[in-house]
């Protein structure tokens, strides 16, 4: 009995950090799904509470862990319970940091790459943590003082998430003008100081594409880049999850212009295809607001930016753009069936 007493005794503890653990995990990729202000805005606010939230916790976990020591190993689950505590301030400390607005790189890696990094490397460590040492949410957990309880801890995250933004705002500090997704403002206006990014693995194409084959119904049609330079124009910002963002203005030819006449499928989609082999799945239904553009700013695109031409997809995310396009294929199937994230 009195072995078992540390496990109920902080119970509530732990299931506190684990429901606030899996709601950052879950609100961290939500992230990087949405890209719209507006839902943007709710989900990072959630994010960054769930997270922040954690060091409530800290000085009743402490309880548990001096408990815990205080067995005899034998009897203690296996632990890499150290390590998790040291990821998860390491998650945190730099979530705060690309936060307030120091997001580096240094040596080339940024804030928000060791904050990812870090958060996927806690989950699954808390997986092993958690394992052995399961704890159940029971009815009680519905009652009046649990329910309190719950309440203070939403409160006092929001709060603590609240007082950064406020000291950010007074202070000046650069996390002040951060977009709602929590990027970074990096060369509006001037294409050459924007980052060239690459998602994953991919690399620029040793040749440019000359031009952009277009399936649709079983025909294809090969548009010259000569041809994609129709005047379209639209203001939109390419916000990386990387972190950073620019708004330009983009020319080139809207994507319902160059389907026009074809053969397309109701609630069916277009994949767009890189020389690289990198393909992003769109719904038809948005063919209007997307741009096939081959400039930014009045300027050419550069090589690095997707020369000769790109994909402008207004309010998605960065990865959605896909560079060097050299080939759209209309599709039957929803633009859901694909991975949530590109794999190159
Ligand atoms: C911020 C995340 C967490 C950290 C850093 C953490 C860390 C620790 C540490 C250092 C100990 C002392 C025991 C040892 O060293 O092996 C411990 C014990 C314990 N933890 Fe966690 N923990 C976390 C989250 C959780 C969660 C989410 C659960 C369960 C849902 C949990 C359940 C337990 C239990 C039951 C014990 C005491 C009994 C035992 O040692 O087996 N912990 N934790
Ligand atoms: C263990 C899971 C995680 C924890 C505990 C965590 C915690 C945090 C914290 C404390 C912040 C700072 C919030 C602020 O000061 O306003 C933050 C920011 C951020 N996190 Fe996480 N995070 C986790 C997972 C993730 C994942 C998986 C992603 C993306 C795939 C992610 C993306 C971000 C982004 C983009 C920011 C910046 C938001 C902003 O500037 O307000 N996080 N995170
Ligand atoms: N072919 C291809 N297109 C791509 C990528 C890629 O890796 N390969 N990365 C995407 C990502 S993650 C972003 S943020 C933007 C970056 O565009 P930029 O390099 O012009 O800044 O391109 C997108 N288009
Ligand atoms: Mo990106």
Known sequence: MALRLPRRAGRRTNLGLLTLLVL?????????AVGTPGP?????????????GLLLLVPWKTVVVRRAWRLPRSVRAPGTAVFLAVLVVLTVVSGVM?????????????????????????LVVLGTHVWGR???????DLQRRALLQTGALG????????????????????????RATGSAERGSGDPEAMPVTQWFTDELPADPPRGVTVVAGGRSVVVPVADLDRGDRVRA???CTGGWYAEQEWSGVRLDRLLAGLDLPDGGSVDVVSATG??????????????????AAGTALSAGHG????????????FWWVKWVVRLEVVDAPWWVQSPFPLQ
């Open 155 to 178: 409160l006092g995250a929001a709060a603590l998430w609240g007082g950064l933004e406020g000291v950010l705002r007074l202070t000046g500090a650069p996390g002040a003008r951060r």
């Open 24 to 32: 950052a995990g879950a609100t961290g990729l939500l992230a990087y």
């Open 98 to 122: 690309h936060a307030v607005g120091a997001t580096g790189p240094w040596a080339g890696v940024t804030a928000l790459q060791v904050h990812v990094g870090a958060a996927i490397c806690t």
């Open 278 to 295: 990198y393909t992003r799945r769109l719904p038809l239904a948005d063919a209007a607001h997307l741009l096939l553009a081959t400039s």
């Open 237 to 239: 910002v390419l916000d």
């Open 40 to 52: 943007a805005r709710v989900v990072v606010a959630v994010h960054g509470a769930a997270g922040l």
């Open 307 to 318: 020369a000769p031409v790109r994909l402008v997809a207004p309010g998605r995310r960065g």
């Open 134 to 140: 399961r704890q159940r949410f029971r009815t009680t």
